[in-house]
């Protein structure tokens, strides 16, 4: 059958395989447990982000009020227009105002 060296050798063998496999099983795991702490620590942050941008979301108008705004904003140009209307006017005016002091001071120093 087997000799005493044989089974030296098979079992030598067995127990150098069974620390391989198990070496390879643990560092495996510490390997995973480096991964999964790194994906938990990306998780987090994305987490964080998420809920920045929900803050900011919340934050932002909603759908009336972008149309009250809208509203409000065609009011003032609406009235600009006025404005811009009656400085037409007003510029007009001055022109005309301007000559007739300009002939009156002529008249007056006796160019007229």
């Known amino acids: 059958m ?3 060296d044989t089974l030296k050798w098979i079992g030598s063998t067995a127990i150098s395989l069974f620390v391989a496999i198990f070496a390879w099983v643990r560092t495996s795991r510490r390997d995973e447990a480096a ?8 998780l987090d942050d994305h987490d964080r ?3 920045l941008v929900s803050q900011e979301i919340d934050g932002m108008p ?5 149309h ?3 509203l409000q904003l ?6 600009l227009q006025t404005t811009n209307a009656n400085l ?6 001055m022109g005309r105002l301007e000559t007739v002091v300009s002939r009156l ?4 120093r006796g160019n007229g």
Do not use: P
């Open 2 to 4: 087997l000799d005493g």
């Open 35 to 42: 991964r999964f702490t790194e994906i938990t620590r990306r």
């Open 49 to 51: 982000s998420l809920a």
């Open 62 to 66: 909603g759908r009336d009020e972008v």
């Open 68 to 70: 009250r705004l809208d």
């Open 74 to 79: 065609s009011e003032l140009s609406g009235q």
């Open 88 to 93: 037409t006017g007003q510029r007009e005016l």
């Open 105 to 108: 001071e002529d008249h007056m």
